[in-house]
């Protein structure tokens, strides 16, 4: 009878990228007893890996990240003279804290959370031309945002009513009796890729469009 070795009976390996050739030779290193040849052993263990991976070599503090992963392959049994700090295997397992959900700039979506990030750089402005400007600029890209969700017509006022809330009370653009670009200019629609070569396919085989 053949002595047939299965991958569902044999060790789980660390890190399979280096093989089952390094996890036994690191799980045979770490049964020796003599502490120079096991130092030895260890450094020929880490040279091997690194022939093996080519691309760390071009990674920052590369002999760093090998011995790293020589103890973790070794489960951090591995007792050698190591020229780094061993690593700790609570931290390297410790879980990241969890993200906070991102919460949405206001009810208003369609505006997006960028027009927010504007809103309140713009109440952070001090008074004059410059900040007028920057909020007209803002108010008609809120009805543009508004025409691409609504699809339909939109008075200005309620573009201001929406401008007032979200800057939190601090802007009251409706009392300067400004008006907003008009929607057909906001939501004039480009050209279409397709019918701009059948344009200009047409424009190079009629003669009488050329000059």
Known sequence: MLDI??????????????????QKLVNYCISIEDDAKRNKM?????DVMGNLQPHLRDVP????????QLFIISDYKLKVDSPYTEPSKEVLQAKPEPLAYP??????????????????????WEDGEMKDALIYTIANHMKKCYLNWNKDTVEDKTIFKHLHELS????????????????????????????????????KKNPKWKK
């Open 61 to 68: 503090d590369f002999q760093h990240k090998l011995w790293d």
């Open 103 to 124: 919460k949405l700039a206001s009810k208003y979506r369609f505006y997006g959370n960028n027009i927010q990030i504007m809103i309140d750089a713009a109440n952070k």
């Open 42 to 46: 260890a450094k020929a263990i880490v």
């Open 5 to 22: 070795e299965y991958n569902s009976d044999r060790e789980i390996m660390k890190i399979p990228e280096y093989g089952r050739h390094i």
């Open 168 to 203: 939190g009370g601090k802007i009251s653009y409706s009392e300067k009796n400004e008006e907003l670009s008009e929607s057909k200019s906001l939501m004039r629609k480009k050209v279409s890729r397709t019918n701009y070569k059948s344009n200009s396919k047409q424009y």
